[in-house]
């Protein structure tokens, strides 16, 4: 491409009309000039919202997304990497400020991250702010030089006259640069021309900060006279403090202050071992008279019940109820899930220090605009005068994003329990957030099915049952339907003339949020083992059943062969092993999986798993790997073990001893490949994980001949 093509014109800012979220519209800011030409100009060039390049050339990105482990920094910067021209050993990322005029989710309309998001919203965005920044420096050089710009090219990180063989790093135009019109409307790259997206060995720009410990945690902040908090939380749901004595807890060395909150009871410590010692000493009545004190038995109790009930209507397509007492042969079969803990690396943290003119919050910041309000209503403050650090989140799952901001308010409470006196350093151990914390909601699928002479699916009934996540959130539809609940399952894309699927939403007294990769990390599991079991009941090849009903999906049946040549699907294993496949898209990604399994003294292990995915444009293929491998680990961990159990109100489990995750034995070989595809980049973050239980399910049911309809498989 051309600099003539790419040039520059008017400043103000670039409008793409982006297909994004229903027509959303992309926006870059530009900067207005900030200093003089040549050695007189500014050490740094903002050159819009998103980009500022340094005298010294290093070109940092801003990135609106949060970076979780996920690699969104990555992706992002090499986007503006991309059409910068940069060399990518100078470029690096740091969060955003909360602007959501600038720096909006324009998925959500707000500023955050989730739903596996971050790229494919900002795919064209930040393509354009590096491309503007380019076009910029272009003109820069042309004006110092005294020639056309068409007459120009980059190279990474430097702008080439090849008719006078000049060069000149971008580090050197930044003070001219600081002094031109911000471009409009500059044209894209040819994916022909990418030498960054698509492309292998594009290192991960977080790598070498966390390989050499030098990465910033919310727990590696320290400020002045800062002191450290830890909670102590009801023992059920509801309950609240019925009177405290901290006289002991008072006592202890380092101990600062005690403090009641809305929420439990605070300590405050010189450092956290001295709160954590603090709050053991206290003495906490509690009342619950409020609280719930349901077990988990208690809770799928009334989940069957209710799925004996007609619930909330979300689909109906012909007449499931005829098609199914005209059926030559049907099935009806139920699946349960259990509640889930998110159980990030990072347990929970927070840093707030209120100031003279409103609070600074240091943070794994996934849902800016929500956070601030909340924090913000917390302190009596105006939203503008809360002031968010985005730090690194080791991890997340959903769990950063609560739709309460609850352990950001906890800090800002306590921060204003004490007056302001300090900063607060807010820790929650990982008992903490196993037990007082939000879980992926527990569920209850009923499902009938009805087969026709030739074998052919004729009715399809589904109900799901179990708590909504969506409720009392930013993103409460308002009809009472909770979208979550049947997401993946109302919308599954096999052909039947017939299905009927409704739910229903108890509120069971147990706070559910977001988990990776939400309802579908459920529903999957119970629409996939369900069509292998129509498949069994019709003497069919599941793969094969699958294809005769995606016949109208190429796309999903382009990965659900891709998966089972790759696998060898139909081939020999040895003795005492089996295959069992799943197909799924969730956040508009398209994933299938293989699972090759046998059983270990009666319990499963997991050998293999071949993954096909087809998430559009691929911007990084080494991280869609990590995420593809990253999701199947975390998805068969919760499937092997994962469980949060109730016993009269109370968590059972507290710490990895009895809430299991996968462990490196228990790892398998994973193989990832892609749908070759120049659409627009779809998410990655969390498709991979729906189709690991369900193909694994498959694959136990193939091998010993009964069906696996609950989870956990083990214990």
């Known amino acids: 491409m051309t600099a003539t093509m790419r040039g520059v014109s008017r400043r103000d800012f670039i409008k793409i009309g982006a297909a994004v979220g229903g027509g959303l519209l992309v926006t870059v800011y530009g900067c207005g000039p900030s200093g003089g030409a040549g050695g007189d100009g500014p050490a740094t060039y903002e050159a819009n919202a998103f980009v500022r390049i340094g005298a010294d050339g290093k070109v940092t990105v801003l990135s609106k997304h949060l970076e979780m482990g996920q690699g969104s920094y990555t992706g992002l910067a090499t986007l503006v990497a991309e059409e910068l021209d940069a060399d990518w050993s100078t470029v690096e990322v740091i969060g955003a400020p909360a602007d959501v005029e600038k720096y909006k989710n324009l998925a959500f309309g707000m500023q955050g991250t989730g739903g596996s998001s971050a790229i494919a919203n900002s795919f064209e965005q930040y393509r354009q702010a590096g491309a503007a920044a380019r076009a910029v420096l272009l003109a820069a050089a042309a004006k110092e030089w005294g020639v056309p710009v068409a007459e120009l090219d980059t190279e990474p990180g430097a702008v080439v006259h090849a008719g006078s063989n000049r060069r000149a790093g971008y580090g050197t135009l930044v003070g001219v640069a600081a002094t031109m019109p911000a471009p409009a409307d500059v044209p894209l790259k040819s994916p022909a021309d990418f030498r960054l997206i698509g492309k292998a060995g594009v290192g991960r ?38 009177s405290v004595d901290d006289a002991k807890a008072r006592q202890v060395a380092g101990v600062v202050d005690v403090v009641r909150i809305p929420t439990g009871v605070a300590v405050l410590g010189e450092n956290f071992w001295a709160a954590r010692q603090g709050r053991d000493a206290l003495v906490v009545e509690w009342d619950e008279s409020g609280a719930n ?10 989940f069957r019940e209710l799925a004996g009930k007609p619930g909330l209507e979300v689909r109906k397509d012909g007449d499931a109820e005829a098609a199914l007492a005209g059926a030559a042969k049907s099935v009806e079969v139920t699946y349960e899930v259990p509640f889930l803990a998110h159980a990030s690396m990072e347990p929970l943290n927070c840093v707030v220090n209120i ?13 800016h605009t929500l956070d601030q309000q909340a924090v913000a209503q917390a302190l009596g403050l105006e939203p503008a005068k809360v002031v968010l650090h985005t730090l690194y989140a080791g991890g997340s799952f959903g769990r950063r994003a609560a739709k309460t901001a609850d352990y950001m308010v906890e800090a800002a409470n306590i921060a204003k329990a004490i007056g302001g006196r300090a900063p607060v350093k807010l820790v929650w151990t990982r008992e903490d957030d196993t037990r007082a914390g939000y879980f992926r909601p527990a569920f209850h699928h009923r499902m009938r099915g009805g087969l026709d002479g030739q074998g052919k699916m004729v009715a399809w009934w589904h109900r799901a ?55 579908h990390s459920h529903t999957a599991f119970a629409v996939e083992v369900f069509v292998d079991e129509m498949a069994r009941a019709a003497g069919r090849d599941p793969v094969e059943f699958r294809r005769s009903m995606l016949a109208d999906d190429p796309a999903r049946l382009a990965v659900l062969d891709l998966a089972a040549e790759k696998a060898g699907w139909g081939t020999p294993l040895p003795r005492g092993r089996a295959r069992g496949i799943a197909v799924h898209k969730s956040f508009n990604t398209t994933v299938a999986e293989v699972a090759e399994v046998s059983l270990v003294d009666g319990k499963p292990k997991v050998h293999r798993v ?58 398998p070989v994973v193989e990832v490949h892609t749908v070759p595809s120049t659409a627009a980049p779809t998410g990655v973050g969390e498709p991979g994980l729906p189709p690991i239980a369900p193909a694994v399910a498959n694959a136990l049911a193939a091998l010993t001949g009964k069906p696996v309809r609950r989870l956990p498989l083990v214990g």
């Open 205 to 242: 720009v977080d790598a070498r900060a966390k390989s050499m410990g030098t990465a910033t945690f919310t727990q590696d902040v320290q400020l002045p006279g800062l002191l450290t908090a830890v909670v102590a939380h009801p023992p059920r749901f509801g309950a609240t403090v019925k």
């Open 610 to 667: 071949v993954c096909a995915v087809d998430c559009g444009t691929v911007v990084n293929p080494d991280v869609v790997a990590m995420q593809m491998e990253s999701g199947i680990a975390f998805g068969l961990g919760a499937a092997l073990y994962g469980a949060i159990n109730l016993e009269g109100g109370r968590v059972v489990e507290a710490n990895f001893d009895r809430y299991r995750m996968l462990r490196l034995p228990d790892m």
């Open 355 to 367: 100031t003279p003119g409103g609070a600074e919050v240091y943070n794994g910041e996934q849902m």
């Open 465 to 519: 049952v179990g708590p909504s996540v969506y409720a009392n959130s930013a993103f409460a539809t308002g009809d009472g339907k909770d979208p979550a609940g049947t997401e993946g399952a109302a919308d599954h894309p096999y052909k039947v003339p017939n299905v009927y699927v409704d739910q229903h939403s108890p509120d069971v007294g147990v706070s559910v949020q977001w988990w990776r990769s939400v309802g």
């Open 293 to 302: 004190g349901r077990s988990t038995a208690d809770v799928f109790t009334e």
